[in-house]
């Protein structure tokens, strides 16, 4: 009971410090209550700094801007500066960059078949893709001019490269 009735004082009084406080703030909050205050010590701090009254500003002299005297800024005249005219060249064309030397290197030579009618070899390319392709025919840009029972002529434009079944001194 008695701990009620010191919670219920406790309440009130908070309630009577709060309509208090409000009463006494209740036109504060429509201007700073320093306001004139502040005016006044802003006037006395610039009059001490400066001597007396505020200083106005000053403009300098006309002699010293002597390019606005030369050229005033709202003339007819004054335009701004023309560019150079652009001297027509001849159009660069670039050439297209040479194609990639293409080698046999990295073409493999798998198997070879050669009959009566038909010759033919089985060549795995550089992305792994194997192949057969008749004497004549192309892989790639390579074109299989011979096909011999271990080994395939390939031409390419002005080159010509050999693929062979066997590396050199095995086989025939």
């Known amino acids: 009971m008695i701990r009620l009735v010191m919670q219920g004082s406790l309440v009130l009084m908070l309630a009577i410090g709060l309509i208090f406080q409000g009463v006494t703030l209740w036109d504060t909050w429509q201007a700073p209550a320093n306001a004139p205050v502040a ?3 802003a006037k006395s701090r610039s009059a001490n700094q400066s001597g007396g009254e505020p200083r106005s500003y000053v403009a300098p002299k006309l002699e ?3 390019q606005t005297l030369a050229r005033p800024l709202f003339v007819d005249g004054r335009r701004p500066p023309q560019p150079k005219p652009v001297v027509a060249t001849q159009p660069i064309v670039k050439q297209p ?6 080698t046999l290197d990295r073409y493999r030579l798998l198997g070879v078949h050669v009959d009566s009618s038909v010759r033919r070899v089985l060549i795995e390319t550089p992305s792994g893709v194997q192949t057969w392709v008749m004497q004549g025919g192309k892989i790639d840009e390579w074109t299989v001019t011979t096909v011999e029972d271990d080994r395939a002529q390939l031409s390419l434009r002005d080159r010509s490269g050999e693929l062979r079944l066997y590396p050199k001194g095995i086989g025939g």
Do not use: F, I, N, S
């Open 97 to 102: 960059p040479p194609p990639p030397m293409v």
């Open 64 to 66: 010293t801007h002597q």
């Open 39 to 41: 005016v006044a010590q």
